[in-house]
């Protein structure tokens, strides 16, 4: 309970957020964050921010049906290709390529209670909560029969490397009132802004929901040598070459040195 002051403060002195799509409640999100921005440098293994915050009510807590907190991470989308091995004439070879147009570089849910009994079907549809939700599948490379199989390929893949994560009973909830939850960032976050949002759900509805951005961007060197990579290809390829030849002259000098 040592963030139950912090938890006060934001009731009183931070506004809640309403969102035109769920039902009319007397309950609203009130939220904070552990961090504004997290900074990308060579020394960077992946970080941890806090999500905390505080259910804002004009009436009684309600008994008769549980109060549930889901909380989402999501990275900057991207596009990649999901290809499929076969064993064919005795090698292992790709037979088949879907290409996704667009899917989370990174993507975390965290929640009080398991998502079956939180959401329905309809409402993960309307919000886009769970990871299937959020993966886009471009054209017809595969029939729609199979493309469930390269969407849950994807998402093992992505939940072994710790890119996706699912994490149900993970957020603490205090008196359906105050609640927190940590969300691991791992080492190969890429660059851009993540949107944390904040579900608030009664009887498998969402009822409010809270959002905030959090900026994640290179900082020192490598932030330069991003910035030269995207803004000045043609000097990027030269300056690596100059660096291949000094290194090759350098190791070539210390080879007859050493001979000597």
Known sequence: MRFFPLFLLLLTLLPFTADTQTRPTGERIVAGFSHDFIDISARFDGSEILVFGAVRREQPIPEDNPLGIIVTVEGPPETLTVRKKSHEFGIWMNTQNVRIRSTPSFYAVNTSWPVSFMLTPEQDRQYGITLPRLIYIAGRDVSEEEEPAFVDALIR??????????????????????FQTRVELPSTLVEGTYITRIYLTREGQVIDRYESHLPVYKVGVERWVHLLAVEQPLATGILALLVAVVAGWGASALFRSLRL
Do not use: D, F, P
Not at 157 to 178: D, F, P
């Open 157 to 178: 893949i992505r939940r072994e490397s710790g890119t996706y994560q699912v994490n149900e009973r993970a957020v603490s909830l205090e008196e359906s009132t105050l």
